[in-house]
């Protein structure tokens, strides 16, 4: 069996590494290699993990905080939609009563609080808070 120099040579460099590999792990040598090379991978992957917890408490406290904000932004636009019923309310209410405080005149026939005596102009209507309203 005739066999060419590259694959007699490819085979023995194969042969003196397997050798190397079988002393070495006979010799614990690469156990003990096997295990340093694990730990670091478990430190590596566990500041990994601090890392990531850390970004993520910071995500959640800017969640809150976000939160936080915009519920004062409602609150605020509530009081001022409220703040504007109220002066809507008292502005409706300073009409009425101009209305009613003016001197007889064709005004004051065409509007009559319990009933329309003109069929063209309808009666005033009274806004009740929760929103009913009732006629006059």
Do not use: C
């Not at 290699?33 to 991978?41: F, I």
């Not at 409220?82 to 101009?98: A, G, S, V, Y």
């Not at 005149?105 to 609080?113: D, V, Y």
Request: charged share 35%.
């Amino acid at each position: 069996m005739h066999m060419d120099f590259e694959t007699v040579s490819t085979l023995q460099y194969r042969n003196r590494s397997l050798t190397k590999q079988v002393k070495d792990f006979r010799s614990s040598e690469k156990y003990i290699q096997m295990a340093a090379d694990y730990k670091e991978l478990l430190r590596f992957h566990h500041r990994e993990m601090k890392r990531l917890e850390y970004e993520l408490s910071k995500v959640h406290s800017e969640t809150v905080t976000v939160r936080r904000y915009w519920g004062e932004v409602m609150d605020d636009l509530e009081k001022e939609y409220r703040e504007q019923i109220r002066r809507l309310e008292t502005e409706i209410e300073r009409l009425k009563n101009r209305i009613l405080n003016l001197p007889d005149s064709g005004i004051r026939q065409k509007i009559s609080l319990g009933s329309a005596q003109d069929s063209t102009m309808p009666p005033l209507l009274n806004w009740k808070r929760n929103g009913e309203k009732t006629r006059n």
